[in-house]
């Protein structure tokens, strides 16, 4: 029988320290920042324990990337690479306990730290020198404990009776060329995204444009997003309950001057009309923005570059669906769960800056063809194998998870659309209806400005 001997070399970091590492992602969040990180925080050990912090803080992200598992099982998978190592195995009650004497203080610095664009050098990631963002809000849901409770509370009503478990809102504002996070804030559902956004939009940087819909149309967004010497773009209502926007003065691509909560803006009506095999839909759309050249800033420009706001519910999906696969969070106090979100987003962050690290060695790649379930494996894989986890003197900008993504690019995207209805429902009996269509169709668009303000409504395109 012909056999073949595999030999690998593992470099980690010596002692108690050898399981904090997060495989080849550990280059994107090195020991050195970690360490730096901690000592910041004043959330650095004492003595050098079983656990030290940094290893706590590689065990809080390495339980994002195996959120279906307890941290006992993820703790398994950082040690699965290092046989031959005297590795420690520490109970659930001992990991419980290093979690919550690190603290979520570290995490938050973190992501404070990597939060940012992830520049990219294809795709719509900056326009007319301006960086494209969006900003919106989703809800998670946190474990069903008394502490949780006494913060987040459960949603009430709805078809279903409500939500079993403490639900929180999360707001980011995120780059829509790379989907990476810009910023991000949480708290209980009963606040609104409105209320969360102003601590993000007040701290927006200059030179950036941010897509919005209807529920962000509010004059004193504007001008915390004028005051930071940045721009807006929303969608704003047109029927009685929209804002009063007077006509100051036509411009000739079709759109025109107005004044919003005090400042001069510019607004765009726009007729779209999509058209399937089953038919044609037209609709009536406003948008307002601070934009307010005509020719650097076209209508028409203007209109399909706000179609780049549904990156966002991308990301969203990305973080909700492929990283958490619908699951509760695991914490069971607020300020776990304040530690596992930020947690979240930090590898989420690292995950997209690694994807886009990678398409950026292919000039003409856009970062929307990288899958994020193949880097998102990728990074698994190499976790589990302990590989990469200390760099070369020669920097692979690219890696193994970046190899993954180039070798099975998702196709150019095709312009197809889809009904907003809910696919699966929490009840099967409210996901069936004869009558529902919840199947995807290749569209063409066309588009056409409106002369002046239309007192029609429609739902989001």
Not at 236 to 245: E, F, Y
Request: charge should be positive.
């Amino acid at each position: 029988m012909v056999q073949s001997v595999i030999t690998r070399v593992v470099r980690v970091a010596a002692g108690p320290f050898a399981p904090g590492h997060l495989g080849e992602l550990t280059q994107q969040v090195p020991f050195e920042m970690i360490d730096a990180i901690l000592a910041e925080t004043r959330c650095l050990q004492r003595r050098v324990r079983v656990l030290p912090s940094r290893v706590v803080v590689y065990l809080l992200l390495a339980g994002c990337l195996f959120a279906e598992l307890g941290y006992r099982q993820v703790w398994q998978r950082l040690g699965a690479g290092l046989e031959g190592l005297p590795v420690a195995d520490p109970s659930e009650a001992a990991l419980t306990k290093a979690r919550r004497r690190v603290g979520p203080q570290p995490l938050r610095a973190l992501f404070d730290l990597l939060r940012g664009p992830a520049a990219s050098m294809a795709g719509p990631v900056r326009w007319r020198g301006l960086l494209v963002c969006a900003i919106d809000g989703t809800t998670l849901s946190a474990a069903d404990s008394a502490a949780n409770l006494a913060r987040y509370s459960k949603q009430r009503g709805g078809r279903t009776g409500g939500s079993s478990y403490p639900i929180l809102r999360l707001v980011t504002i995120m780059a829509c060329g790379t989907r990476s996070v810009m910023d991000a804030v949480f708290g209980p559902i009963t606040t609104g995204e409105t209320t969360y956004a102003k601590d993000l939009l007040a701290r927006l940087p200059a030179a950036v444009l941010v897509l919005a819909d209807r529920n962000f149309a509010a004059a004193h967004l504007l001008k915390l997003v004028v005051g930071c010497d940045a721009h807006m773009l929303v969608r704003a209502k047109t029927g009685r309950g929209g804002p009063k926007l007077p006509v100051l003065l036509r411009l000739r691509d079709g759109s025109y001057q107005s004044v919003f909560g005090g400042q001069q803006v510019r607004v765009i009506d726009a007729e779209i009309s999509i058209k399937t095999k089953t038919g044609t839909v037209t609709g009536v759309y406003r948008l307002i923005t601070t934009l307010l050249d005509p020719d650097t800033y076209p209508a028409t420009s203007i209109v399909r570059l706000y179609h780049e706001r549904w990156e966002i519910e991308t990301a969203y999906l990305e973080i909700k669906s492929s990283i958490l696969d619908g699951r509760v969070l695991r914490a069971r106090t607020p300020a776990g769960v304040d530690q596992e979100i930020h947690a979240l987003l930090v590898t989420y962050q690292i995950l997209r800056t690694a994807m886009t690290d990678a398409t950026n060695s292919e000039p003409d790649v856009d970062p929307d063809r990288a899958s994020f379930t193949i880097a998102l494996n990728a990074a698994r894989d190499q976790l589990i194998n302990a590989s990469a986890v200390i760099a070369d003197t020669v920097i692979d900008l690219i890696g193994t998870i970046g190899r993954h993504v180039l070798d099975d690019l998702l196709p150019e995207r095709r312009l197809r659309v889809n009904a907003r209805t809910v696919k699966r429902a929490i009840s099967k009996y409210n996901a069936r209806g004869p009558n529902i269509d919840r199947r995807t169709y290749q569209a063409t668009i066309s588009l056409n400005i409106l002369a002046g303000p239309v007192l029609t409504t429609n739902p989001d395109p």
